[in-house]
Each structure stands twice: as structure tokens, then as C-alpha cells.
């Protein structure tokens, strides 16, 4: 932490004094950037992007650069790692992912290889070159996604309105969906290690869909994952984020799971989060990303007024409820950051 020249987003991950609150965005290298499209079309598609050091660490610095956030997420995916386990699946414009041996029986899930960290090489190098390209200015955060997401993408074999498939794999076969996320949870256990091993300074858990559960599905199969992946870590300064989006129906379930940091959507209230965390962990969140379409007096007294209920205690890390969309303007994505910055000094 000590070579870190701006650790305001370390030190609010652990509840300790801020002179201000800091932000950073989820999806922050993104398409509404020109920069990052040109960088994007430059690597000719998606997974040749990910998989190219030289222009991931760019992208994951271009935020950095333009909008002066105060912590950056390195640039790659949440399917990353399952391309070693043997899942197969490219990136379609308009679709997103789509796999080509998803699960679709029992048997499948015994098909699936050992994960070995040399085969995402690449994701280490990209946390390497980014703290050398930004010379410690800001921590450096890496991330996975859950197990029941990625378990509900390998079962689907896309993305989807409401995982039909993957849940009634679920209700089906209950102990071979469990064995998938037990198995997930510990390629995710080395995943985070070899992030933090890289030079992480911070490691967050995207559970995109485990909002799709209903309270007792996600006590008995989203949440006890999530809780071992957490245990599994071997880390030192560096804090563990949990994001689950969706996650109104059950908070505090999630806050069972041994983070630092829960990052919420705009489905709950964050002076209700700050309650219920008590001080014993520290929230991230909970902008709703649409505001940035409205008028930028809208967007200062909606972030403000995120500001004002978590009040000038520490332990609040200010984002979106969800990532940046493609149409957004830069010009009002900055116009956030820079009144997140001036209305929360303390």
C-alpha cells in the first residue's frame, strides 16, 4: 500500500480516514470512449483484445488518463479463465457470449480440465504493465466472476433474460450444479491468488446474475461458493470486493460472505446498506448508470444525494449500480467523477 501515491480507494476499502470519497466506474474502459474503440478495432475482436497485453494495459489506463478515477480495473473478462478448463465460446457483436460445448447434462461437468494459470498468463502481465505504466498512481484492481454466474453462462450457453436453462439445471440435478460451483470456486481461488500474486492491490467477485435467485436458491447455491473462493485467497493489504447485482431481496445474506467491500445496485438504499454493515465492512456503489443520460444538474443532485445518506464517514467507495453503457457521453461521465470529487471532501 505504501507505494501507492493516491490510496484513497484502499483506505475506504478498509475504513480508514479519507479526505474525500473515491470512485472509480464499473465498465470504465469502454466503448462510449473513442479512444477504446479505436484500441478495440486495432486488436480485431474482442478476445484478441483481452488477450493482447499491450493494448489491455492501454485500455485499463485510458480511464485513468481521461476521466482521473481513483483506482483502475484491469481490462478483461469474466469468462477468462474458463477457456482453460476446456469451455469453448466466442464474443458475437449484438450477442455477447456464445458457447459451443455449454453443459447440458450431469456427465459434462466431469469433462471439465484442471485450471492452470499459465494458460491466462496474459491476465498477470496486464496487472504488471499497468502498475508500471501508471507508475503506482492508483491501486490496480483484478476480478472474477461468481460461480453461479459462470456456471449459469456454461449451462445456457449465452446470456439471457432469465437463465431458464441453467436454473432448471439447478432443480434438476442440485448436487452436480453444486459440484460445477464447487469446482468453479476453486479455479477462482487460484485465478484471484495469481492476480494478486501479479500485483493486484484489490480483487472484486462480479455475481452479475446471482440477483435471478430467489433469497433461499442463493443461501443454498450462489452464497456458499463466493464464501470459499473469499476464504481461499492469500492476500495481505489487499481488500476483497462482492458484487452481486440484483441483491435487494437478500443483503444480508450476502454480507455473510466474508468481504471487505459489497458493492450494491440502485435497488437498495445506501443509507440502509451503511445501516446494515454497521462498520464492519465497507460499500461500494450505487449510482444507477441510466442518470448519466439525464441533465447534468440531474446527475449532481442524484449522486450527492448518495453522498449525503452515507454522510462523511469512511467506508463508502462511490460507482455505479452496474457498468458504463456504450452511448454514454464522456463529457457527463467525467462531470460525475469530478462532482464526487468536490462534494464529498471532508
Known amino acids: 500500500m505504501k507505494d501507492i501515491k493516491n490510496d484513497l480507494f484502499l483506505r475506504a476499502c478498509w475504513r480508514e480516514p479519507v479526505e474525500r470519497t473515491p470512485i472509480w466506474l464499473m465498465r470504465q474502459a469502454g466503448r462510449y ?3 477504446y474503440r479505436a484500441l478495440r478495432e486495432k486488436a480485431g475482436g474482442f478476445v484478441a483484445f483481452y488477450k493482447n497485453v499491450d493494448l489491455s494495459v492501454e485500455a485499463t489506463i485510458l480511464p485513468k488518463r481521461i476521466l482521473d478515477i481513483d483506482a483502475s480495473i484491469i481490462f478483461s473478462d469474466i469468462l ?3 477457456e482453460s478448463i476446456g469451455m469453448k465460446f ?13 453443459i447440458e447434462k450431469p456427465d459434462d461437468i466431469l469433462k471439465l480440465k484442471p485450471f492452470k494459470k499459465e494458460d491466462v498468463y496474459y491476465v498477470g502481465e496486464i496487472i504488471k504493465g499497468v502498475n508500471r505504466a501508471l507508475n503506482r498512481e492508483i491501486p490496480t484492481i483484478g476480478f472474477c466472476g461468481a460461480p453461479f454466474t459462470l456456471a449459469a453462462y456454461m449451462i445456457e450457453g449465452r446470456t439471457s433474460r432469465d437463465f431458464k436453462k441453467a436454473k432448471t439445471f439447478m432443480y434438476n440435478h442440485p448436487d452436480a450444479f453444486k459440484e460445477l460451483l464447487d469446482k468453479l470456486a476453486d479455479m477462482l481461488i487460484d485465478y484471484l491468488n495469481f492476480q494478486i500474486e501479479s500485483g493486484a492491490d484489490a480483487v472484486q467477485i462480479f455475481d452479475s446474475w446471482g440477483g435471478y435467485l430467489s433469497p ?3 443461501r443454498e447455491f450462489a452464497l456458499p461458493p463466493v464464501k470459499k473462493i473469499i476464504k481461499g485467497l492469500k492476500r495481505d493489504y489487499q481488500p476483497v470486493i462482492h458484487f452481486t447485482k440484483g441483491v435487494a431481496g437478500f443483503f ?3 454480507i455473510t460472505s ?11 438504499d445506501i443509507g440502509e446498506v451503511k445501516k446494515k454493515l454497521n462498520g464492519k465492512a465497507a460499500a461500494q456503489g450505487n449510482l444507477d448508470p441510466i442518470v448519466l443520460y439525464a441533465e447534468k444538474e440531474v446527475i449532481k ?31 457527463k461521465v467525467k462531470y460525475l467523477v469530478d462532482v464526487v470529487k468536490r462534494e464529498s471532501v471532508r
Request: net charge negative; no cysteine; glycine share 12%.
Open 33 to 35: 470512449m473513442p479512444e
Open 80 to 82: 477468462t479463465p474458463l
Open 90 to 102: 466466442e464474443f458475437r457483436e449484438g450477442e455477447g457470449p456464445v458457447f459451443f460445448n455449454p
Open 216 to 218: 433461499d436458491d442463493y
Open 252 to 254: 444480508d445474506d450476502m
Open 258 to 268: 466474508g468481504a471487505d467491500v459489497y458493492g450494491v445496485d440502485w435497488m437498495i
Open 301 to 331: 443532485e442524484k449522486a450527492v444525494q448518495i453522498l449525503k445518506k452515507w454522510g462523511k464517514d469512511t467506508g463508502h467507495i462511490f460507482n455505479l449500480g452496474h457498468g458504463l453503457m456504450p452511448d454514454m457521453e464522456v463529457e
